[in-house]
């Protein structure tokens, strides 16, 4: 094989330059990175965490004040241990909520906050005990279906037999 122009190599170097930069820039401004900076990390306690993965939103009135870093179950109660970091500005009282919130029907799952009225504040490492766990789109789906099943059937048995419809050729009787 010939050797390489100098131009061709400074084509190469800049092309691999350029795909560098894009892909630092991506990462820095993908929103999907841990939260950055100084941080208060906190943890809760849900009966379930479906759909939620470390690198998952926090937010605050839809605002996105940090991330989850970490999921692990509780070999003592079976519950679903998160751990948040959450933006060190922010000082969230210690009768805030954390609830588990989704998108949209097909969206991904979010870390919402509401935050409380005490004075408290929780400190690093402190426990947000008042939780609201995910919604299972298909156990709501599940039970609405098993409902409208049920309703005609219990219609039926309450009168013991079902009401006579009377017929299309004869009227009917005052």
């Given at each position: ?5 100098f ?7 800049l092309?691999?330059l350029?795909?560098?930069g894009?892909l630092?820039?991506a ?8 939260f950055?900076?100084?941080g208060v990390?906190?943890?809760a ?7 939620l993965?470390?690198g998952a ?16 179950i509780?070999?003592?109660s079976?519950l679903?241990?998160l ?15 954390a ?10 799952r ?15 490492g402190?426990?947000?005990?008042i939780t609201?766990?995910a919604?299972?789109?298909?156990s ?20 013991g037999?079902e009401?006579?419809?009377p ?8």
């Open positions: 094989m010939k050797g390489r122009s131009s061709e190599v400074m084509a190469g170097a092309v691999l350029v795909t560098a894009f630092f820039y990462l820095n401004n993908s929103g999907r990175s841990g950055s900076g100084p990390t906190l943890s306690k849900f009966d379930r965490i479906d759909g993965a470390p939103d926090v937010r605050v009135a839809g605002v996105k004040v940090g991330s989850v870093v970490d999921q692990r509780d070999p003592q079976f679903a241990v751990t948040m970091r959450i933006d060190g500005s922010l000082q969230i009282p210690s009768d805030s909520s609830e588990i919130a989704s998108e949209g029907l097909l969206g991904g979010f870390v919402s906050l509401v935050p409380g009225g005490s004075d408290r504040i929780l400190a690093n402190g426990e947000i005990t609201q766990s919604i299972s789109l298909e709501l789906l599940g039970r609405f279906i098993f409902s409208m099943t049920e309703a005609p059937s219990a219609a039926t048995n309450r009168g037999a009401p006579a419809l017929s299309l050729g004869t009227p009917a009787q005052p």
